[in-house]
């Protein structure tokens, strides 16, 4: 019986990541599309553990793709592409939300109604591919994890990135990184009274 070592997955992927990369800075759309539905879903997840409005992530991931594709003749060679999608779908999020925040200024200004963007705990649905029991359980329990905190054990936990990664992504040191997991990690075993590895 031959074991598969998430390293080696890991490998795999990032060899599969690069290879796709460096067709698409060529300028193949096959290479894009390969991108993006390989991690629409995990950036559709991530975006949404940030902030829950599902059409302002979904229109955040489109933008993310879009401008990759208008730029890939600029884009330099990157050696992880995951953390570099989860980094600037970050980004783009922020400045999606930049965008809204000055509209709804600019409205009120204005005493335009504006529709609320902000969708309600019952129509969120997170991490459907997620049927155990306790995956879900942790699910809850990650959603009641406040800021940062919350935002990297989704990283680690959802998207199996390292704690190198997150801090990539994230825009903070290894050391906060490691911070922010260990009290998620400590909330999470006294809410749950399991024992996660961080």
């Known amino acids: 019986m031959h074991i598969i ?17 460096l067709l698409l800075r060529k300028g193949d759309r096959e290479a894009l599309s390969g991108l993006f539905k390989k991690y629409y879903k995990p950036l559709l997840n991530y975006g949404l553990s940030l902030v829950f409005q599902r059409e302002l992530i979904k229109d955040s991931i ?3 793709f879009y401008t990759i594709w208008e730029s890939r003749e600029r ?9 570099y999608l989860f980094a600037s779908m970050r980004r783009m999020v922020y400045r999606q939300l930049s965008i809204q925040d ?3 200024k600019r409205d009120e200004l204005y005493q335009v109604e504006t529709t609320d963007m902000e969708l309600n705990a019952e129509q969120i649905i997170v991490m ?18 406040k800021g940062r ?21 994230m ?10 997991i260990y009290r998620a990690v400590t909330i999470l075993q006294e809410s749950l009274n399991i024992s996660i590895s961080a």
Request: aromatic share 8%; proline share 1%; glycine share 4%.
């Open 171 to 180: 825009g903070v040191s290894d050391q906060s990184v490691y911070n922010y």
């Open 128 to 145: 459907e591919e997620l049927k155990k029991e306790k995956s879900e359980r942790l699910r809850l329990a990650i959603q009641q994890l």
């Open 62 to 64: 489109q933008e993310l």
């Open 102 to 104: 000055s509209r709804h």
């Open 5 to 21: 070592r998430i390293s080696d997955m890991n490998g795999k992927n990032k060899l599969e990541d690069n290879h796709l990369w």
């Open 149 to 169: 905190n919350r935002e990297a054990a989704f990283l680690k936990f959802y998207n199996g990135l390292s704690n190198s990664e997150i801090a990539e992504v």
């Open 75 to 83: 884009l330099k060679d990157i050696e992880y592409i995951r953390p």
